[in-house]
């Protein structure tokens, strides 16, 4: 049994594929077209060719980013934001703050227990040299409350120049988990999860 959690941003759409216990079976990337649908079920396809697992092993897809509600095979569809907040808190569990920067927009959140979100920043992306966005990206993380690690996540966390640029203005530790521009897709698959092991209201 397999949950995919698929992530369909403006750059790519990313896949996550969780078995029973919550484990990461496998992940896949690819582009993102026109066609969101066919993107989505492309990083599907990726995800379970890495694994060696056909389609019939999925028993949940959940979609998240701005083509969720386009993909005509979801079973359960959520927002990035309670997504990025969740798969952060399980990948980051120290983590109080969350920065998200892609390739259109970027977002602060502070987290409560459990991955829940308390408060949010969002502002377009604007700037394309590492110390100005580092400069702003401070600035979201001190308007939620800029308190303890902060988890950062999106693709641009993959660069070591970001990551340092950040670290030298937030002097608090900055946690980047393995493969960060997955955290989103990741989170949808532990939403997709939940909603599985829910029990099913009794019927007479």
Known sequence: MLVAGVDIGSGTTKCVLLDEGGTVRSRGEVDTTADLADAARQ????????????????????????????????????????????????????????????????????????????????????ETEI????D???LLLEQVGLAGPVAFIGGLARHEGMVTALRDRVRVPVHVPDGPQFTVATGAALLGLARLRRPSPLRF
């Open 136 to 138: 702003r990206a401070r």
């Open 43 to 126: 990083a599907l396809r990726v995800a379970l060719e890495a694994a060696g697992f056909f389609g019939d092993a999925i028993v949940c897809t959940a979609t998240t980013g701005l083509g969720r509600s386009a993909v005509p095979f979801r079973d359960i569809q959520m927002t990035d934001l309670n997504c990025g907040a969740l798969g952060s808190a399980r990948l980051c569990p120290d983590a109080r703050c969350v920065l998200d920067i892609g390739v259109r927009n970027a977002r602060a959140l502070r987290l409560r227990d459990g991955g829940k979100v308390e408060a949010s920043r969002w502002v377009a992306r604007v």
């Open 131 to 134: 110390d100005a966005l580092a």
